[in-house]
């Protein structure tokens, strides 16, 4: 049989109809298509997309089932090292993880290892629908309590690999709904929340408890858990407060901050607004500042609300653009308008305080700078205005700092990330960390790693290994 | 859910809730403040601590009747439930013996100045409170504040009470009157706040302002809420909502507070023709 070169390509929403909606853009494969794209699969004994993977999800095992039809256990072997696969097969930068290491994409595409991952898991989520749930296996009751604070991807991964080994799992969230920022960041169109709910009714099934409502390091404190009986904490809470470029008239009315816009309209539901409560503005001219996901979210999310041009603000050129290219080029084909190698200066306002204009300065690149990018420069005398109505501001978080503040002798970093060793573990004892509080801002995937090593490295602990 | 162990009508579209909220009461000291939604559909709104009873794990919020979301919480019975309520957030009080204080509460902000005139007069402190409505009937909580304050000053816009006036007009004349005042707490609408502010900027005493900033996380995650402080972006939320009031861009505070005044508007005319009030 002759290898398929090119990746079979997934159905989309087409761009005219899909920016004027919140449904999710890729359609997913069809059962016919999935077998066709796992076929593509060499199965070669060197494997290198399982240590690109920073779960190492058995890839290959898993499109082996797919290619021979057999389903449930294909899931069997992604719920032994991912339990959330449905989000992972949606958000993983997977062309910079597993498939840029593909030995396929030597002789053509890599193979859509997170296409197939997608499929198999929504599968799963339509058996589940019809009442076949599959629960894993839990281990003999350890009769140990953990708390989990947060409930974003690092708590959710956490909270499943204990409770699979056999602790009382309890989460606390300081939202009212789950997910962090599976639920209040990214869009509907990109991830629809019905499958976030799915998979953490999942975990609701398994066993593990969840506290609504409840911030800790405000409600009750690290050692206020300890002392009510948990053995072991791990923080997850994820990057907190916005950063801004801290430029005149920043604070103007109709200037976001990324988590602030997504926010509202993600967990608020502001889109559907005054049906719901919590309102958004919404202009026709939107400017965007930054170039990473958050940026492309913002971007395409005011599109869907209604604006009719919305321009893309970014200091470096496309090829420094932190963002995955699946959405560079999604939000391209959007009509997104992007103004690369520009920086805004300064906002101005009308008599309301409302923001009316932008004001941009063309940059250039520079030398190399620490992040091994080319700094950009700004170019004198190329100041320039663009009118518009809204502006979000997507260039990045700093961690919350409510944990911190509250917790005696947990040791924090630089920038107000807490301090974790090789296991996760924090300078106070018995509580461990991962995700964005520990990394900063960086991908789903790898606040699911750091969750998955936390659960390992507390068990670790709870049966005196490590100390 | 949490339900609303108390509801008391305090005057013309003020209400007083008692809600029973264990995992606020833990924690809870005076300047902090809870977020609440009311139901599915509905909006996180904050509103500052008024009292609290640690024992019986209640919280108590004052609130005025102004627009939809807060009609909808007025409109929930005693016995009845609020979906969500989170807390206790913000920063507390700095409170210690500072020597005499005194204490600005405004309108609705009579509330949650209560707990700090308590606090400050369990920590020894010689409490001046000025509180100051729009007319007679809006009076409430007078003697729960005198009880605690060593000196209680009232004034009310039209007159029909206490002094014709603003608290303004009462602190200037407190100060005229040449005691030594170690601090100034005031708790209020923006307007008032900034007018407080003014007066004891010209003569040099430490001023706190507690401030009002619309809110969607409350929790430090989302800036709606923040706002220039000596120079810098600081949020209400996390690092407030008390701040050294002679620090605050009270104009920038009142515009952000009015961003959205369109869009209340709509949805509040909508919902009561909707519900035919």
């Known amino acids: 049989m002759s290898i398929i070169k090119e990746q079979i390509p997934m159905k989309e929403q087409l761009p005219q109809e899909r920016k004027k909606n919140f449904y999710e853009v890729p359609l997913g494969y069809t059962k016919e298509e999935a077998i066709l794209e796992a076929t593509r699969c060499l199965q070669c004994p060197t494997h290198p997309c399982i240590d690109g993977c920073p779960v190492h999800i058995d890839i290959p095992g898993f499109i082996k089932a797919i290619k021979e039809d057999n389903l449930s256990l294909s899931i069997e072997i992604m719920h032994d090292t991912n339990l959330l696969p449905a989000i992972t097969g949606r958000v993983c930068p997977q062309e910079e993880q597993c498939q840029v290491v593909c030995v396929m994409g030597k002789v053509g595409d890599p193979v859509a290892i997170g296409k197939l991952e997608r499929y198999i898991a929504d599968w799963e989520l339509e058996n589940r629908s019809r009442g076949n749930i599959n629960i894993p296996k839990k281990k003999e009751s350890k009769n140990k309590k953990i708390a989990i604070v947060g409930s974003g991807p690092a708590g959710l991964t956490c909270a499943v690999n204990l409770i699979k080994m056999g602790y009382e799992v309890t989460i606390f969230e300081g939202f009212h709904e789950l997910g962090g920022v599976l639920t209040y960041g990214i869009p509907e169109f990109r991830l629809p929340k019905k499958i976030v709910k799915e998979e953490i009714e999942f975990l609701n099934k398994l066993g593990v408890k969840f506290n609504l409502d409840f911030p800790i390091g405000r409600s009750e404190t690290i050692s206020d858990l300890f002392k009510d009986g948990y053995s072991a904490v791990f923080i997850g809470t994820g990057a907190g407060a916005p950063q801004f470029m801290h430029i005149p008239g920043e604070n103007l009315g109709g200037i976001y901050s990324a988590n602030e816009y997504l926010t509202r309209v993600n967990l608020m539901k502001a889109y559907k607004f005054p049906d719901y409560d919590t309102p958004i503005k919404v202009g026709k001219r939107v400017a965007v500042i930054g170039g990473g996901n958050v940026a492309m979210d913002s971007a395409r999310t005011a599109l869907r609300l209604g604006a009719e041009h919305v321009f893309l603000i970014y200091r470096r050129s496309r090829t420094e653009m932190p963002a995955r290219e699946e959405e560079i080029i999604h939000a391209e084909e959007e009509g997104i308008e992007f103004m690369l190698l520009t920086n805004p200066i300064r906002y101005i306002g009308n008599e309301n305080g409302l923001v009316k204009q932008v004001e941009c300065i063309k940059m250039k690149l520079g030398e190399e700078d620490a992040s091994g990018r080319r700094r950009p420069i700004p170019i004198e005398s190329s100041e320039f205005l663009i009118d518009i109505e809204q502006a979000i501001v997507a260039i990045g978080t700093t961690p919350n700092p409510i944990i911190s503040k509250t917790t005696q002798d947990l040791k924090t970093g630089r920038h107000g990330e807490i301090l974790v060793d090789e296991n996760g573990q924090t300078s106070v004892k018995g509580a461990f960390a991962g995700g964005d509080i520990v990394t900063g801002a960086a991908t789903v995937i790898t606040a699911m790693g750091a969750g998955g090593l936390a659960a390992s490295s507390i068990n670790r602990y709870l049966s005196g290994e490590l100390k | ?277």
């Open chain 2, 1 to 277: 859910m949490f339900k609303i162990t108390k509801k008391q009508k305090l005057g013309p579209e003020m209400v007083l809730m008692e809600i029973n909220a264990p995992q606020v009461t833990k924690h809870v000291q005076p300047g902090q403040f809870i977020i609440l939604r009311v139901n599915e559909k509905g909006e996180r709104i904050p509103l500052t601590v008024a009292d609290f009873d640690s024992e019986k794990r209640r919280v108590t919020i004052v609130f005025q009747k102004v627009g939809k979301t807060t009609y909808l919480l007025g409109s929930i019975p005693e016995g009845g439930s609020i979906l969500d309520v989170t807390g206790p957030l913000g920063t507390p009080s700095e409170i210690s013996k500072f020597g005499t204080v005194v204490c600005v509460g405004g309108g609705v902000g009579v509330a949650p100045i209560y707990p700090i005139v308590k606090k400050l007069k369990s920590e020894g402190n010689e409490v001046i409170s000025i509180i100051g409505y729009r007319s007679k009937n809006y009076v409430f909580w007078e003697e729960k504040i005198k009880n605690v304050s060593d000196k209680l000053l009232i004034a009310t816009n039209d007159g029909t009470y206490g002094e014709k006036g603003f608290v303004t007009d009462i602190l200037i004349k407190l100060l005229e009157s040449n005691i030594k005042i170690d601090r100034v707490i005031t708790i209020g609408p923006a307007i008032m706040m900034k007018a407080v502010s003014d007066i004891t900027k010209l003569k040099k005493i430490k001023t706190i302002a507690s401030l009002n900033a619309l809110m969607v996380c409350g929790m430090g995650m989302c800036g709606t809420c923040r706002l220039t402080i000596g120079g810098e972006t600081k949020l209400s939320c996390s690092d407030g909502p008390e701040f050294d009031a002679h620090l605050v861009d009270f104009n920038e505070l009142m515009e952000r507070l009015n961003v959205y005044k369109e869009e209340e508007k709509y949805a509040f005319e909508k919902w009561k023709t909707e519900a035919k009030i």
